[in-house]
C-alpha cells in the first residue's frame, strides 16, 4: 500500500471513533444528566486515540522498512546485472563486452586494433588494406546477448555495460579502468595514465607528462608522424613514447634498441640523445694519442655541429672533429 494512502485512512479513523464517542457521550449526559459521564466517554476516546496513534507509527515504520529493503534489493539486483560478464570477455588489446560494426567493410572485429591488424595483413591484397575510421563507428554487438544496437555504454536487450570506461567521442568501451583512461579534447582521442598526470601542449598538438611541463622543447606537431625507427605513427600507438632532447619523439624501445647497437644520435635531426661528455674525453685521449701524418699537420676544414648548430674552421683529424663551441664530436664535414 502507498504509506500517504495509509496515513490518510488511519487518520480518518481517527477522526470518525473521536466523532462517535463524542455524540455517545453527549446522548448519554442527556438522559441521565451526569456530565461525569462525558468526561468517562472523553478518557475512552483519549485511550482509543494513544493506541490508534501507537498503530500508526508502527504501519509508517513497517512500510518505511519495506521501501528501504525493497530499494536496496532493486539497486543490488540493476548492480549485478551491469557488472555481468565483468573482464570476461574482449581482445588482446581491451577487456569489454562488445565488438564493432566495421563502417568501412561491415565486417564485424573485437576493436579498431583487431580490425587494422587483419586488413593490413601481409595477406590481403594492398589495395583493399585499410583502417578503420574510429569517430565513424555506429554500431556495436553486445557480446552477451548478441543484439546488434546503436553506441552506447548499455546493452538495449539484456541490460548489460558493455565497458566501465566508456567514450561516445572515441566510441571506446573498456573494462579494464585501471589503465586511468581519460578522453583528451585537444588530441581528439583517449589517452590512458591519468588526466591528473598529463598536459596538453598546443603546440605540439599532443599530451606529455606533467614532469615535462616546463622543460620540454616544443616542436610542431611532435607526435603526428612516423617513428623513425619503426615506422609506426606515434599519435595513435600503444607502446611509450619519449621526447627526445631535441624536441623529437620516438618508441622508448626503439631508442633503447638503438643504444644496443651504439647510435646515440636523434635519427631525424642528429642531435645528441643522451650526456655524451664521457665518450668527447674518450675522443680527447684517442686523438691526442693518434698524432696525424706531417701532411695533414696543417689541413683545416669546415664543419657543421649537430648538437649547437655552429659551423667552425677546424684542424683535421682522421678520427673525428671537435666543435670549439660546444666541445661536442658530434660533427660533420661541410668542406675540405
Given amino acids: 500500500m502507498n ?32 456530565c461525569h459521564g462525558v468526561f468517562a466517554w472523553l478518557v475512552r476516546a483519549r485511550d482509543m ?61 573485437d576493436c579498431r586494433h583487431c580490425h587494422n591488424e587483419a586488413m593490413n595483413n601481409i595477406n590481403v591484397d594492398q589495395k583493399l588494406r585499410h583502417d578503420i575510421p574510429r569517430h565513424e563507428v555506429n ?28 567514450c561516445e567521442s572515441c566510441k571506446l568501451f573498456d573494462d579494464d579502468t585501471s589503465k586511468k583512461q581519460y578522453h583528451c579534447d585537444g ?32 616542436v610542431e606537431g611532435a ?17 611509450d613514447v619519449i621526447v627526445l632532447p631535441c624536441g623529437h619523439t620516438i618508441h622508448k624501445n626503439c631508442l633503447k634498441e638503438m643504444r644496443e647497437h651504439h647510435q646515440y644520435a636523434c635519427p631525424i635531426c642528429s642531435k645528441s640523445v643522451c650526456d655524451m661528455s664521457k665518450v668527447w674525453e674518450k675522443y680527447d685521449r684517442e686523438i691526442a694519442a693518434t698524432p696525424m701524418p706531417e701532411a695533414y699537420l696543417n689541413k683545416k676544414v669546415w664543419i657543421l655541429c649537430n648538437d649547437c648548430g655552429k659551423t667552425s674552421n677546424v684542424q683535421f683529424h682522421v678520427l673525428a672533429q671537435k666543435c670549439p663551441n660546444c666541445k661536442s664530436y658530434n660533427t660533420r664535414l661541410t668542406r675540405g
Avoid at 471513533?17 to 449526559?29: A, D, K, P, T, Y
Avoid at 539484456?158 to 566501465?164: L, N, P, S, Y
Avoid at 607526435?223 to 607502446?239: A, G, K, S
Fill in 3 to 34: 504509506p500517504s494512502l495509509g496515513v490518510m485512512l488511519i487518520g480518518a479513523v481517527q477522526r470518525w471513533i473521536m466523532l462517535l464517542l463524542i455524540s455517545i457521550g453527549l446522548q448519554q449526559c442527556r438522559r441521565k444528566q451526569q
Fill in 49 to 109: 486515540f494513544e493506541i490508534l496513534g501507537f498503530l500508526l507509527n508502527m504501519y509508517i515504520y513497517a512500510d518505511r522498512e519495506f521501501l528501504v529493503t525493497e530499494e536496496s534489493t532493486n539497486h543490488n539486483g540493476s548492480t549485478e546485472l551491469l557488472r555481468k560478464g565483468f573482464m570476461e570477455y574482449g581482445c588482446q588489446h581491451y577487456r569489454r563486452r562488445c565488438r564493432i560494426r566495421a563502417p568501412c567493410c561491415n565486417e564485424i572485429f
Fill in 139 to 166: 554500431q556495436v554487438i553486445c557480446s552477451l546477448c548478441g543484439t546488434e544496437q546503436k553506441v552506447q555504454q548499455v546493452c538495449v536487450n539484456c541490460g548489460v555495460c558493455m565497458g566501465e570506461y566508456f
Fill in 187 to 218: 588530441c581528439g582521442i583517449c589517452r590512458i595514465g591519468g588526466r591528473d598526470n598529463f598536459f596538453h601542449c598546443h603546440k605540439c598538438r599532443c599530451c606529455y607528462s606533467m614532469l615535462l611541463k616546463n622543460s620540454h622543447p616544443c
Fill in 223 to 239: 607526435m603526428h608522424h612516423d617513428c623513425p625507427v619503426c615506422c609506426e605513427y606515434l599519435f595513435e600507438t600503444r607502446q
